[in-house]
């Protein structure tokens, strides 16, 4: 254990000198003086010590950015960063402050300070995000409290891979809404890709939509990987299984860190959205591209244009009270405080 940026967690069961982790679905063994898997969850004399007190990094951005889509556009959002990760993902992106967490440098920060920026920013939102917020559930929470203490109507959330479990998913009564990555619909490439099992994640969406967050689901497109026909039907299968109207956003892959496949273009997002909106699901949205088809959202019922969107900003928000103006249908989302 490397530095202070710990506080004593309560999501552990013991089981003789073992502390069993109940952060997430590895729910790791840990041996006194060890990590668990994630690299950040210690086990000090008996104790488990989680992530605690600090930043890795943070920025205002529009929510469009996270991806959120259906959840107060054009809104701004406050995001914080922790440490550590439970995923082992190929083509991370934020693998500097998602592996080896317990070298990752953190600038130290209350609860209280990072809840008063995001008052005098006046953000709607703020979300626990860029490292896998589960891994310091307890920090995420107290800011969110402290957020909230300071302006009763802010909506709080986490970016999430999915792997939390059912225990720490019931530790989160302050959030509103959860993004869950569905990396790959196949059990094979998604333990290649991520070093963790689907059944996890499949399980965790189910829960969240149950439990009435708002969810909305991304799966970066990477060609020759996780971009087949039987793979995309199969996945929009499942989400219209839960609810054919959760907003499902099929991002652009770029290459990084270990993985070398091909970007994902235009075309093979446009490929994959015609696919999943074939099989029923009526929100489907290509991310990390510029283009105003693939990032607005249509009436579910007329077809029309209801929300304009560029690059990972709003244009225009025609939506009143969320219904249509054309034909007045109601569109699923969280579109006022
Ligand atoms: S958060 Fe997950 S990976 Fe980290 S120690 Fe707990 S069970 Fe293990």
């Not at 992106?93 to 809840?115: C, M, R, V, Y």
């Amino acid at each position: 254990m490397k530095d202070s940026f710990l506080k004593e967690s309560p999501l552990f069961e013991k089981k003789g000198d073992i502390l069993i982790c109940l952060a997430c679905r590895r729910f790791c063994h840990i041996k006194e003086d060890s990590y668990g898997f994630c690299k950040a969850r210690f086990n000090k004399n008996g104790k488990l010590m989680s992530p605690y007190g600090g930043i890795s990094s943070m920025g205002l951005d529009p929510i469009e950015k996270k991806p959120l889509y259906h959840f107060l556009p054009g809104s701004l959002t406050l995001s914080f960063g922790m440490r550590g990760c439970n995923f082992k993902c190929l083509y991370c992106q934020n693998h500097e402050i998602s592996f080896g967490a317990e070298d990752i440098p953190l600038k130290p920060f209350t609860a209280e300070q990072i809840a008063d920026i995001a008052t005098t920013e006046k953000t709607s939102t703020i979300v626990s995000t860029y490292n896998e917020p589960t891994i310091s559930i307890e920090w995420g929470i107290e800011v969110f409290k402290e957020a909230q203490k300071k302006n009763p109507e802010i909506k709080k959330g986490i970016v999430s891979n999915g792997y939390f479990s059912p225990q720490a998913l019931s530790l989160m009564k302050e959030l509103d809404f959860i993004k869950i990555d569905l990396k790959s619909f196949d059990h094979e490439k998604f333990y290649k890709l991520t070093s963790a099992n689907l059944d996890g994640v499949l399980e965790s969406i189910k829960l969240s939509v149950s439990k009435g967050f708002w969810v909305e689901i991304v799966t970066p497109l990477v060609p020759d990987f996780n971009d087949s026909q039987d793979e995309i039907k199969s996945a929009a299968s499942f989400i219209a299984s839960i609810d054919p109207e959760i907003p499902w956003h099929i991002t652009a892959y770029h290459p990084d860190f270990l993985m070398n496949n091909r970007g994902a273009q235009i075309q093979d997002i446009d490929i994959a959205v015609s696919i999943a909106k074939k099989v029923g699901l009526k929100n489907v949205y290509g991310g990390n591209i510029v283009n105003t088809r693939l990032s607005s959202t249509f009436c579910p019922l007329c077809g029309k244009e209801v929300i304009e969107r560029g690059y990972m900003g709003l244009k225009k928000n025609l939506l009143i009270k969320g219904r249509c103006p054309f034909c007045k249908t109601m569109v699923k989302g969280v579109w006022e405080l």
